[in-house]
């Protein structure tokens, strides 16, 4: 892939964060955007290596991806209310999320040629609330409402099979943390470097791979 090709799948997928953006975060106080980049802005301080800083700042970008009429998890406004009070309206139906958007993430970031690390540890950090939620019940106190209504849509906590299971995964202590950096970056006003910082990072990661986009 030339730079130049790299250059413009960066424009293409910060293009999709910031309008993905301005759509309502259900149930969150901070934008889209802020989350991710909060999110990456975590994995930098921890040293991490690119393609996990790069997964942390992608991790939701299946949110914005597809078109308004994807399935969508609906939920009352009272339901999300009941669990964190004066969240939004409570006379209408709102949506938690796009069904499936950790898959439509991965699969996409595959086309555009993203290594198969970055697209794994996107589309895991549905699989790793499944799996902390089943490890630690207390870990489910823990999460936001829109993410305790989301979670039924997702299959609820995992088995005992299926968290031996991922205990197995070489990644999953990395995809455990970036679970942690998705749930924590949800901070009101937090400072942290924006989305050009990552521009340089994500072409030099494209650059490396062997495989072409198909997109
Ligand atoms: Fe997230």
Redesign the pocket.
Known sequence: MTAEKCDQIVDTIFKVLIDGSKQDYIGERISQLE?CLQ?ASQALDAGADEETILAALL??IGQFTTSPNQKQMICDASALNELDPGAVDGTKQISVGVTGHERIGAVYLRQLGFSEKVAALVES?VPVKRYLTAKYPEYYESLSGASKLSLKYQGGPFTQEQVDDFEKDPLYKIKVQIRQW?DA?KVVDLKVPDLEYYRPMAIRHLLEQKSQPVV
């Open positions: 989350h999110a991790h939701d950090h998705d970056a």
